[in-house]
């Protein structure tokens, strides 16, 4: 099945440094990724999707200068969290997709980074 | 694919007991939907799915329905077992976007 790898599962920050989240698809190719934010006991939260190749599309009120979004490889994507604050505490999680039979779309999550900066 | 951050609604339920989640969609133009569980600190996980040409989908002791007419999505588990324990997302994708929307979740807490 579709396996899809995050890194690092846990990271702590100080304030004002960045710090770098890693999704790859371990056995397929993606041809989208995306990018969710989830707050405890709440839904997830889409914060950008990203193809291959091309500028990630970020959602209304997400900052794309302050969550940078690299989509280098049909395998990899990667989120940085820039100058770190504590609001930016969170778990992060990743979603890579790839088309299906008859265009239906499978998507696979990683297992979350959960970030703290102090 | 816009997801609404408000609190979890939860289930309580026997072991043994069948459980039901239900999820209302929005879209009626969402043509294919997904259920994930999320146990505590992991990403979700890929339980059973659907596409709008059916209304019914039976996996190992889950069974999804799916009810257009109304909007409505239900996931049925048997048998309830304390490793259900988790929180249940239904997801709808339409064929105008992929891009999964998510409803805001059920916590289902099972009781042995």
């Known amino acids: 099945g579709a396996v899809v790898s995050q890194h690092p599962s846990r990271v702590i920050c100080k304030s004002g440094t960045s710090v770098k989240i890693e999704c790859r698809s371990l056995?397929?190719?993606?041809?989208?990724m995306f990018w969710y934010r989830q707050f405890p006991k709440q839904s997830l939260m889409l914060m950008a999707t990203?193809?291959?190749?091309?500028?990630?599309?970020?959602e209304q009120g997400v900052e794309k200068d302050k969550f940078l979004i690299n989509h280098a490889s049909l395998t990899l994507s990667t989120l940085t969290v820039t100058s770190a604050h504590p609001e930016d505490s969170s778990f992060y999680i990743c979603s890579a997709s790839a088309m299906k039979q008859r265009g239906y779309y499978g998507y696979t999550f990683g297992s979350g980074t959960r970030l703290t900066v102090v | 694919g816009e997801s609404v951050g408000l609190h979890l609604p939860t289930l309580s339920v026997q072991e043994g007991d069948n459980s039901i989640i239900n999820c209302a969609y929005s879209n009626s133009a969402s043509d294919y939907f997904i259920w994930y569980k999320q146990e505590s600190g992991k990403g979700p996980q890929f339980i059973i799915d659907?596409?709008?040409?059916?209304d019914k989908r039976q996996g190992q002791r889950v069974t999804v329905l799916l009810n257009k007419t109304v909007k409505h999505l239900s996931l049925q588990i048997a048998a309830t077992q304390p490793g259900d324990s988790a929180v249940y997302f239904c997801?709808?994708?339409?064929?105008?976007?992929?891009?999964?929307?998510f409803g805001r979740g059920t916590s289902l807490i099972v009781h042995p």
């Open positions: 990203s193809n291959e190749g091309s500028k990630a599309t970020y």
């Open positions: 056995d397929f190719q993606a041809t989208t």
């Open positions: 997801a709808e994708i339409s064929g105008g976007s992929y891009i999964p929307t």
């Open positions: 659907i596409r709008s040409n059916m």
